[in-house]
Nanobody, 124 residues
């Protein structure tokens, strides 16, 4: 089994910073990419925030470019999201995602594995 767990959410004032961390654990042979998605209150859509491949290539949503930085350690199956200059519209539940996970025990490939979500609230 493979699990993904986030940590680091909370309340922060506009203009402040916060770091989210995520770790995938279990019987992992490989992970193609990891990333962060968010779902704002009252919004049914979950949008991509940032992603990083096992090779280190990154991608960002336009709304967070220049403010958020994703980093990862493919050997440890961890990923972090440094969020600076936070705005009220960044308020959301942030979900960590592991993409194309190969289970070392069964050699089954899971397309996506999601964490439980971590609430980030940006408010004064």
């Amino acid at each position: 089994q493979v699990h993904v767990v986030e940590s680091g959410g909370g309340l922060v004032q506009p203009g402040g910073s916060l770091t989210l961390s995520c770790a995938a654990s279990g019987t992992i042979f490989s992970i193609n990419a990891m990333g962060w998605y968010r779902q704002a209150p009252g919004n049914q859509r979950r949008e991509m925030v940032a992603g990083i491949t096992s090779g280190g290539s990154t991608v960002y949503a336009d709304s967070v470019k220049g403010r958020f930085t994703i980093s990862g350690d493919s050997a440890k199956n961890t990923v972090s999201l440094q969020m600076n200059s936070l705005k009220p519209e960044d308020t959301a539940v942030y979900y960590c995602n592991a993409n194309r996970v190969l289970d070392s025990r069964t050699m089954d490939e899971y397309v996506e594995i999601w964490g439980q979500g971590s609430l980030v609230t940006v408010s004064s």
